[in-house]
């Protein structure tokens, strides 16, 4: 059983009117905490108190907006910071409802909110706790989400709560005992330390495993962080041609944060900047590594307002690495990061690599794969022959032998038909 770092048991009210709170049970908050391994948040322009509302209550998404921000951990509490300018820079057409609920209970039991938001000379500070740790030690029946807010008028320097006063009271005593401030001072400077607006997330009683390791691992790389299990430690015991696999970017994005923000964007703005651990994400173009490289226009309409670019080549290390597939991405954000659509337990194929944006398919609601349609259909038979075609134009380049076209006979020379038989097309 996944379970997060003890914490002492302590009774508490209901302190939120019961037509704030959810009927939906707080063990739900777990059970459906799979679709992500990271956080995300939202355009750097912060929330509003509605909008923090929304973010934060269950059966409600707003995801057209997201930014990744900078991340570090304090011992048991993982951060995740977003502070960049109101510029909307990633734009998803499709929904996942409760992500940003599931993606912080995938990682740990307890999150807490910090948002800043300003307009026409307005502006709001907002905070959020949700907490599996309070609701289950509490023995709540519902999911309850408490919530303070500020509003400070820039011109006149007025600064007023926006909750009354008995919900506000009662809000901030279960942040204060549940959350890793122990006073208001220190929640207000959470909100200073992000700017003038921006939103800032702190994920704390992180999960353990079945054998008490923490699932994630900040001690193997400190300028990463990894999921514990799938690092491969013992590298000097393995062979030459086996580190050259285990280093490659392909099976380390599987358990580096770092490697897989590298690659998660096809682009990013100037002014954009991901932080890990302190040191900055350099962005990664997985078409970069490909040699002998080739353009291919590929059409799912009729029109040429839908093509898009596939870039196809060998993976540089290619034939000593083990690595072949397509990096699809969909409006910038990469969701099948080398998808094999052919078999290679053959030669035929072995180290071909594609990159290519597909906006015309729409994301599963994890962001993992595609919705399966009649256009994601085309597409994985269209790049099936891609990889052929690429390969065996192209394989003898790499030391394989090229593929010799079956020899056909002419009709003319083929022996006299037997009587009843006719000769077949050729």
């Given at each position: 059983?996944?379970k997060?770092?003890?914490?002492s048991p302590?009774?508490?009210?209901?302190?939120?009117?019961?037509e704030?709170?959810?009927?939906?049970c707080?063990?739900?908050?777990?059970?459906n905490?799979?679709s992500?391994?990271?956080?995300?948040?939202?355009?750097?322009?912060?929330?509003?108190p509605?909008a923090?509302?929304?973010?934060m209550?269950f059966?409600?998404?707003?995801?057209?907006?997201l930014?990744?921000?900078?991340?570090m951990?304090y011992g048991?509490i993982?951060v995740?910071?977003?502070?960049f300018?109101?510029l909307?820079i990633?734009?998803?057409?499709?929904?996942?409802?409760?992500?940003?609920?599931?993606?912080?209970?995938?990682?740990?039991a307890?999150?807490?909110?910090f948002?800043?938001?300003l307009?026409?000379?307005?502006?709001?500070?907002?905070i959020?706790?949700?907490?599996?740790t309070?609701?289950?030690?509490?023995?709540?029946?519902r999911?309850?989400?408490?919530m303070?807010?500020?509003?400070i008028?820039t011109?006149s320097?007025?600064?007023?709560?926006?909750?009354?006063?008995?919900?506000?009271?009662?809000n901030?005593?279960i942040?204060?005992?549940?959350?890793?401030?122990?006073s208001?001072?220190?929640?207000?400077k959470?909100?200073?330390?992000?700017?003038?607006h921006?939103?800032?997330?702190?994920?704390?009683?992180?999960?353990?495993?079945?054998?008490?390791?923490?699932?994630?691992d900040?001690?193997?790389?400190?300028?990463?962080i990894?999921?514990?299990?799938?690092?491969?430690?013992?590298?000097?015991?393995?062979?030459?041609?086996?580190?050259?696999?285990?280093?490659?970017?392909a099976n380390?994005?599987?358990?580096?944060?770092?490697v897989?923000?590298s690659i998660?964007?096809?682009?990013?703005p100037?002014?954009?900047?991901?932080?890990?651990?302190?040191?900055?994400?350099?962005?990664?173009?997985?078409?970069?590594?490909?040699?002998?490289p080739?353009?291919?226009?590929?059409k799912?309409?009729s029109?040429?307002?839908?093509?898009?670019v596939?870039?196809?080549?060998?993976?540089?290390?290619?034939p000593?690495?083990?690595?072949h597939?397509?990096n699809?991405?969909?409006?910038?954000r990469l969701?099948l990061?080398?998808w094999q659509?052919?078999?290679y337990?053959?030669?035929r194929?072995?180290?071909?690599?594609?990159?290519?944006?597909?906006?015309?398919?729409?994301?599963?609601?994890n962001?993992q794969?595609?919705?399966?349609t009649?256009?994601?259909?085309?597409?994985?038979?269209?790049?099936?022959?891609?990889?052929?075609?690429?390969?065996?134009?192209?394989?003898q380049?790499?030391?394989y032998?090229?593929?010799?076209?079956?020899?056909q006979?002419p009709?003319?020379?083929?022996?006299?038909?037997?009587?009843?038989?006719e000769?077949?097309?050729?």
């Amino acid at each position: 059983m996944r379970k997060s770092w003890e914490t002492s048991p302590t009774k508490w009210r209901e302190l939120l009117p019961r037509e704030k709170q959810l009927s939906q049970c707080p063990s739900s908050v777990r059970s459906n905490a799979t679709s992500h391994k990271w956080a995300f948040g939202d355009d750097g322009g912060g929330m509003d108190p509605e909008a923090m509302r929304r973010c934060m209550s269950f059966g409600f998404s707003d995801k057209s907006k997201l930014a990744i921000g900078q991340c570090m951990d304090y011992g048991n509490i993982f951060v995740v910071i977003l502070l960049f300018s109101s510029l909307f820079i990633f734009q998803f057409g499709h929904t996942d409802e409760n992500g940003f609920k599931n993606s912080t209970m995938r990682l740990g039991a307890d999150v807490i909110v910090f948002s800043r938001h300003l307009n026409n000379g307005i502006l709001t500070q907002s905070i959020g706790l949700l907490s599996y740790t309070y609701m289950m030690q509490t023995q709540l029946d519902r999911i309850v989400v408490p919530m303070v807010h500020y509003q400070i008028n820039t011109s006149s320097v007025s600064f007023e709560i926006l909750n009354d006063q008995e919900h506000f009271i009662s809000n901030l005593s279960i942040m204060l005992h549940w959350s890793p401030f122990t006073s208001e001072i220190e929640l207000l400077k959470q909100l200073d330390e992000i700017g003038c607006h921006g939103t800032k997330i702190i994920i704390y009683n992180l999960w353990f495993n079945d054998d008490s390791n923490m699932e994630l691992d900040f001690d193997f790389d400190t300028e990463d962080i990894c999921i514990a299990g799938d690092i491969k430690r013992e590298v000097d015991a393995l062979s030459s041609w086996e580190t050259l696999n285990e280093q490659h970017t392909a099976n380390r994005l599987r358990y580096s944060l770092r490697v897989y923000l590298s690659i998660l964007y096809l682009r990013l703005p100037e002014s954009f900047t991901i932080i890990l651990r302190g040191q900055v994400v350099d962005l990664h173009n997985i078409a970069d590594d490909l040699q002998y490289p080739e353009f291919i226009l590929y059409k799912p309409h009729s029109s040429d307002e839908s093509a898009v670019v596939t870039t196809i080549g060998f993976v540089k290390e290619a034939p000593e690495v083990n690595v072949h597939g397509f990096n699809i991405y969909h409006k910038n954000r990469l969701i099948l990061p080398y998808w094999q659509v052919v078999s290679y337990l053959r030669s035929r194929g072995r180290g071909v690599v594609g990159v290519l944006k597909a906006d015309f398919i729409q994301p599963t609601h994890n962001k993992q794969d595609f919705e399966r349609t009649s256009l994601f259909a085309k597409l994985e038979h269209r790049l099936k022959e891609m990889t052929w075609e690429y390969w065996d134009c192209h394989c003898q380049l790499l030391g394989y032998q090229k593929k010799r076209p079956k020899s056909q006979v002419p009709i003319d020379t083929l022996p006299p038909k037997p009587p009843g038989f006719e000769i077949p097309w050729h």
